[in-house]
């Protein structure tokens, strides 16, 4: 019998913790997927003047776990024509690579699965991966309404890549390094040593690509429900249907934690720094992304994009080299 | 691939008729009958060079009923509850439409103060079908939260009605000689505690929605109609007033006591969808300067003529057409009637009809969006077009 | 109240009626062939149109076509009678696209021919062979059978319809349109 002390002190320790982080993610995303619906449904009905689910659960806490039941216990049914396995690899194609975007993440000083001094490009470089999922799944579901839907959602997203890219650089320009945990770091416990203060341009246009490449309101058009049916995911339904809009909650949960990293100080704060500090800031920007959607109308496709193109991008390439500039300047 | 390729088009006849041939990269995809924006059981056959509409034809009758020919077989009162189905959301109007017409056939007589009751039923209904359209048009839009503000509003408006005709949407109220009931105080005090709410409303919506930039950006150069589409399509209502035409009914052909009420009728020269809106939005202001007038001026008096008559009726040989301003543009009820208990002919000339006409000359070459956004702005009830 | 068109382009007769109790104020009757030179005429002058629909009569199938203008008062109404043998009405889309729907219509209820009309589809009915819904039989038409003069104005091309059983008349061979 093959040593077992040997063998498992042969694990390098780096990869039992990063197994360890993925586990500890995975519940992260899960638990917090299910509080986010919560939370996005009761804020729905309180900004429309009606109470939101109440009736399952107290307050209808236990309404998101009853609805994801509901999903798993679907028909898995694929529609006629449709490329089976296309079909099927859309969904897990979006899902998947969350986990990995939350990695380089500090949640506390400690608390980071994986310290890599690279995180800011890990980050964006998976997050480019959702576009090749909303591909597979316009073309693999055999239906007019979903190529639209999906064609639309692959210019936005590329499109509102850049600007992101470039608001985050500048963050990095200042700091000096691409390393999430360095970033936090160097920022204060109170709010005018935050990186908002200095960035305030940058933390704009980072918030409003994040909302488009999240594919949400006012930037919903992938899956805009009055004129394309459902967009991208019109032939989903049952689970293939819930790992696409878990995906999105995930995504929206990246994109927050990310802001709050680069920008509000991640897990720094007066008094008592830590975890709870995070959670707090990244939930304040949840709600106000939640806030939009039931506030405004939907933005046509080639507005969105003229957007992009004339007033965002500009904007961000002015703040980076101001930012390079300033930099070099006064370093 | 499965998708269809233009030569091996499957589908009704509409769709084989509509493709004339392959014609290269372009998508024929239906809009409809299901669809969550078009307001109804419409289907739109349209074909897209990649986001443009090359070609958009309204395929109709999916709610076709058949109301000219039960107007045949049923006498005149037995057709009075047909109208409230054909609009549901300005059913007085109809209802209007129609009791006018047969009452000018057979000479019949309405008293004053059935006179007045006539408006403010017909106006509450106005204001309740702008506030239907604008809550469904902003849906289509993306906002998901006006349309419950408006329903807030319409709530109270319904059960009001509900208090002097017993229904709450598909209303029978007009009678030949007037109406069939009076209003209470409860009616009276709970109407004027409305119009003060909803003048307090109105301004928020204006702020939330009215002036937000993506709506403007949805609405403005959208969908321009000029006077000489309106004539050749006969588009009627908010649709022509929003390119510029003050007609209105109640001021170009005088029907009922409109002539005592001081209003204004909204025009807007620009023709384009945001025109439309403001057109509306404007009316609902004005529906209520009209409805605080009546309740003010109503004399004492009976709300349905003594003379008023019974239900086995004939009005006598003759013809009749009746114009009635509705929410959606210009209602019109022409009967014919040869002496018998039933109707010869009746003929509803519905607005919506002739304003989904100019649809497909107006989608030419226009945004699939874009022709969601002016399908909303030209407020199209379906029942209303099949009839 | 209009008064009648005094350079009115096509053979046929005006009949001013009483706007308050019929809701027209000008009736014009005219032959198949006038229709769309009469058409034009209405929107030179601006008129639009309200509506197309059709009356079965004993005197054949009537197109009614309803007229209002944006800023004068009352209402014209071209009457156009086609035969029961052969209901073929010129189509006005060329001038009022608005009225092709309208014609659709017509014909799906009546079975009235628009000649020209570019969409030759059944409009509200289904696509399947449904008799017009709207036809009358004899007895029933007898009744209108002399509300409106056509055939005292030279309105043609009428062969009467058989001999009712109240009013009995003589079946006249269809005459030209003189003026």
């Given at each position: 019998m093959p040593d077992m002390n040997a063998l498992l002190a042969g694990i390098p320790a780096e990869l039992t913790r990063l197994i360890l982080a993925l586990v500890a993610l995975m519940v992260f995303i899960g638990l917090n997927g299910l509080a986010l619906v919560w939370v996005e449904r009761k804020v729905a009905g309180h900004v429309q003047r009606r109470p939101g689910p109440y009736e399952v659960g107290p307050f209808g806490l236990i309404q998101p776990i009853v609805d994801a039941v509901k999903l798993v216990a679907k028909q898995l049914a694929t529609p006629a024509g449709a490329d089976k396995f296309l079909y099927w690899l859309a969904p897990l194609l979006s899902f998947l690579p969350i986990f990995l975007l939350f990695i380089p993440i500090p949640f506390s000083k400690n608390l980071v699965g994986l310290d890599t001094n690279l995180g800011i490009l890990l980050i964006l470089a998976f997050a480019g991966l959702n576009v090749l999922a909303l591909c597979l799944a316009g073309w693999g579901q055999n239906n007019k309404w979903g190529l639209l839907g999906a064609g639309r959602a692959v210019a936005q997203s590329v499109a509102y890549e850049i600007p992101l890219l470039l608001a985050v650089l500048a963050v990095s320009f200042q700091t000096g390094s691409l390393s999430l945990t360095e970033i936090t770091a160097k920022q204060g416990a109170w709010p005018w040593q935050w990186n908002i203060v200095v960035q305030p341009l940058a933390f704009f246009l980072y918030f409003i690509c994040a909302v488009a490449e999240t594919n949400r309101a006012p930037f919903d058009l992938p899956e805009a429900e009055s004129e394309l049916t459902a967009g991208f995911h019109t032939e989903y339904s049952g689970m293939g249907f819930g790992l696409f809009f878990l995906a999105e909650y995930a995504n929206m949960i990246v994109v927050c934690s990310v802001a709050t990293v680069l920008f509000l100080g991640g897990w720094q704060g007066p008094i008592e720094p830590g975890w709870w500090w995070f959670l707090i800031k990244m939930y304040a920007l949840l709600v106000v992304i939640i806030w939009f959607r039931w506030t405004y109308p939907r933005v046509r496709f080639d507005q969105l994009l003229n957007l992009n193109w004339k007033w965002l991008l500009p904007l961000s390439m002015v703040n980076l080299l101001a930012t390079a500039f300033a930099v070099k300047l006064f370093a | 691939m499965s998708h269809c390729a233009a030569t091996e088009l499957t589908g009704d006849t509409y769709t084989r008729r509509f493709d004339k041939g392959p014609t290269g990269d372009t998508l024929i995809v239906n809009m409809g009958p299901q669809h969550p924006s078009t307001h109804g059981v419409l289907r739109v056959i349209i074909e897209l060079d990649g986001e443009y509409i090359l070609r958009a034809e309204p395929v109709l009758g999916y709610v076709h009923r058949m109301h000219e020919k039960m107007g045949e077989v049923k006498s005149f009162t037995q057709y009075l509850p047909n109208m409230g189905r054909v609009d549901y959301l300005h059913a007085m109007a109809w209802n209007w439409a129609y009791v006018g017409a047969v009452e000018k056939l057979g000479g019949v007589e309405v008293p004053e103060r059935a006179e007045y009751l006539r408006v403010i039923a017909t106006e509450l209904g106005r204001i309740s079908s702008h506030l239907v359209w604008w809550g469904a048009y902003l849906l289509d839009l993306g906002a998901f939260t006006p349309i419950m503000y408006a329903f807030d509003d319409r709530e109270i408006i319904l059960d009001l009605l509900q208090i002097i005709t017993g229904s709450r949407l598909t209303y029978c109220y007009f009678r030949f000689g007037g109406v069939i009931a009076d209003v209470t105080p409860a009616f009276v005090s709970g109407l004027t505690e409305f119009l003060a709410r909803f003048k307090s409303r109105l301004p928020m919506y204006k702020d939330l929605v009215t002036d937000n930039a993506i709506l403007r950006k949805r609405c403005e150069e959208i969908g321009v109609i000029d006077v000489d589409m309106a004539r050749r399509y006969g588009a009627t209502g908010p649709v022509l007033r929003g390119s510029g035409v003050a007609y209105d009914t109640r001021r170009a052909e005088p029907y009922g006591i409109y002539d005592r009420f001081d209003f204004e009728i909204p025009v807007f020269p620009e023709g384009d969808a945001m025109a439309r809106y403001m057109v509306r939005m404007r009316e609902m202001e004005e529906s209520v300067k009209i409805i605080?007038?009546?309740?003010?001026?109503?004399?004492?008096?009976?709300?349905?003529?003594?003379?008023?008559?019974?239900?086995?009726?004939?009005?006598?040989?003759?013809?009749?057409?009746?114009?009635?301003?509705?929410?959606?543009?210009?209602?019109?009820?022409?009967?014919?009637?040869?002496?018998?208990?039933?109707?010869?002919?009746?003929?509803?000339?519905?607005?919506?009809?002739?304003?989904?006409?100019?649809?497909?000359?107006?989608?030419?070459?226009?945004?699939?969006?874009?022709?969601?956004?002016?399908?909303?702005?030209?407020?199209?009830?379906?029942?209303?077009?099949?009839? | 109240m209009s008064a009648i068109f005094d350079d009115f382009p096509v053979p046929g007769k005006q009949v001013p009626g009483d706007f308050a109790k019929t809701g027209q104020s000008l009736s014009i009757f005219l032959a198949p062939a006038g229709i769309v030179a009469a058409a034009r005429y209405m929107k030179d002058r601006q008129y639009f149109i309200e509506d197309v629909t059709g009356l079965d009569l004993a005197e054949g199938f009537c197109a009614l076509y309803h007229f209002a203008h944006f800023e004068k008062p009352g209402r014209v109404t071209l009457r156009v009678l086609a035969s029961r043998e052969n209901p073929a009405i010129p189509s006005i889309t060329g001038v009022y696209q608005g009225a092709e729907w309208h014609e659709r219509e017509t014909r799906d209820f009546f079975g009235i021919i628009f000649e020209g009309n570019p969409n030759d589809g059944p409009l509200l009915l289904a696509d399947e062979d449904v008799a017009p819904p709207l036809l009358k039989d004899d007895a029933k038409r007898a009744v209108l059978q002399k509300a409106w003069p056509y055939e005292a104005m030279g309105v043609n091309p009428v062969p009467a319809a058989k001999p009712a059983p109240a009013a009995a008349k003589p079946a006249t061979p269809a005459t030209e349109v003189t003026k």
């Amino acid at each position: 019998m093959p040593d077992m002390n040997a063998l498992l002190a042969g694990i390098p320790a780096e990869l039992t913790r990063l197994i360890l982080a993925l586990v500890a993610l995975m519940v992260f995303i899960g638990l917090n997927g299910l509080a986010l619906v919560w939370v996005e449904r009761k804020v729905a009905g309180h900004v429309q003047r009606r109470p939101g689910p109440y009736e399952v659960g107290p307050f209808g806490l236990i309404q998101p776990i009853v609805d994801a039941v509901k999903l798993v216990a679907k028909q898995l049914a694929t529609p006629a024509g449709a490329d089976k396995f296309l079909y099927w690899l859309a969904p897990l194609l979006s899902f998947l690579p969350i986990f990995l975007l939350f990695i380089p993440i500090p949640f506390s000083k400690n608390l980071v699965g994986l310290d890599t001094n690279l995180g800011i490009l890990l980050i964006l470089a998976f997050a480019g991966l959702n576009v090749l999922a909303l591909c597979l799944a316009g073309w693999g579901q055999n239906n007019k309404w979903g190529l639209l839907g999906a064609g639309r959602a692959v210019a936005q997203s590329v499109a509102y890549e850049i600007p992101l890219l470039l608001a985050v650089l500048a963050v990095s320009f200042q700091t000096g390094s691409l390393s999430l945990t360095e970033i936090t770091a160097k920022q204060g416990a109170w709010p005018w040593q935050w990186n908002i203060v200095v960035q305030p341009l940058a933390f704009f246009l980072y918030f409003i690509c994040a909302v488009a490449e999240t594919n949400r309101a006012p930037f919903d058009l992938p899956e805009a429900e009055s004129e394309l049916t459902a967009g991208f995911h019109t032939e989903y339904s049952g689970m293939g249907f819930g790992l696409f809009f878990l995906a999105e909650y995930a995504n929206m949960i990246v994109v927050c934690s990310v802001a709050t990293v680069l920008f509000l100080g991640g897990w720094q704060g007066p008094i008592e720094p830590g975890w709870w500090w995070f959670l707090i800031k990244m939930y304040a920007l949840l709600v106000v992304i939640i806030w939009f959607r039931w506030t405004y109308p939907r933005v046509r496709f080639d507005q969105l994009l003229n957007l992009n193109w004339k007033w965002l991008l500009p904007l961000s390439m002015v703040n980076l080299l101001a930012t390079a500039f300033a930099v070099k300047l006064f370093a | 691939m499965s998708h269809c390729a233009a030569t091996e088009l499957t589908g009704d006849t509409y769709t084989r008729r509509f493709d004339k041939g392959p014609t290269g990269d372009t998508l024929i995809v239906n809009m409809g009958p299901q669809h969550p924006s078009t307001h109804g059981v419409l289907r739109v056959i349209i074909e897209l060079d990649g986001e443009y509409i090359l070609r958009a034809e309204p395929v109709l009758g999916y709610v076709h009923r058949m109301h000219e020919k039960m107007g045949e077989v049923k006498s005149f009162t037995q057709y009075l509850p047909n109208m409230g189905r054909v609009d549901y959301l300005h059913a007085m109007a109809w209802n209007w439409a129609y009791v006018g017409a047969v009452e000018k056939l057979g000479g019949v007589e309405v008293p004053e103060r059935a006179e007045y009751l006539r408006v403010i039923a017909t106006e509450l209904g106005r204001i309740s079908s702008h506030l239907v359209w604008w809550g469904a048009y902003l849906l289509d839009l993306g906002a998901f939260t006006p349309i419950m503000y408006a329903f807030d509003d319409r709530e109270i408006i319904l059960d009001l009605l509900q208090i002097i005709t017993g229904s709450r949407l598909t209303y029978c109220y007009f009678r030949f000689g007037g109406v069939i009931a009076d209003v209470t105080p409860a009616f009276v005090s709970g109407l004027t505690e409305f119009l003060a709410r909803f003048k307090s409303r109105l301004p928020m919506y204006k702020d939330l929605v009215t002036d937000n930039a993506i709506l403007r950006k949805r609405c403005e150069e959208i969908g321009v109609i000029d006077v000489d589409m309106a004539r050749r399509y006969g588009a009627t209502g908010p649709v022509l007033r929003g390119s510029g035409v003050a007609y209105d009914t109640r001021r170009a052909e005088p029907y009922g006591i409109y002539d005592r009420f001081d209003f204004e009728i909204p025009v807007f020269p620009e023709g384009d969808a945001m025109a439309r809106y403001m057109v509306r939005m404007r009316e609902m202001e004005e529906s209520v300067k009209i409805i605080e007038q009546a309740l003010a001026q109503m004399p004492g008096g009976e709300h349905l003529s003594a003379k008023a008559p019974k239900p086995a009726w004939k009005p006598g040989v003759g013809e009749a057409y009746f114009a009635v301003e509705g929410a959606r543009g210009k209602i019109g009820v022409y009967v014919v009637s040869d002496g018998t208990k039933n109707p010869y002919r009746v003929k509803l000339r519905a607005p919506s009809y002739c304003n989904l006409s100019l649809f497909p000359e107006l989608a030419q070459g226009v945004i699939l969006a874009d022709a969601v956004s002016i399908m909303g702005s030209l407020d199209l009830v379906i029942p209303e077009i099949d009839r | 109240m209009s008064a009648i068109f005094d350079d009115f382009p096509v053979p046929g007769k005006q009949v001013p009626g009483d706007f308050a109790k019929t809701g027209q104020s000008l009736s014009i009757f005219l032959a198949p062939a006038g229709i769309v030179a009469a058409a034009r005429y209405m929107k030179d002058r601006q008129y639009f149109i309200e509506d197309v629909t059709g009356l079965d009569l004993a005197e054949g199938f009537c197109a009614l076509y309803h007229f209002a203008h944006f800023e004068k008062p009352g209402r014209v109404t071209l009457r156009v009678l086609a035969s029961r043998e052969n209901p073929a009405i010129p189509s006005i889309t060329g001038v009022y696209q608005g009225a092709e729907w309208h014609e659709r219509e017509t014909r799906d209820f009546f079975g009235i021919i628009f000649e020209g009309n570019p969409n030759d589809g059944p409009l509200l009915l289904a696509d399947e062979d449904v008799a017009p819904p709207l036809l009358k039989d004899d007895a029933k038409r007898a009744v209108l059978q002399k509300a409106w003069p056509y055939e005292a104005m030279g309105v043609n091309p009428v062969p009467a319809a058989k001999p009712a059983p109240a009013a009995a008349k003589p079946a006249t061979p269809a005459t030209e349109v003189t003026k």
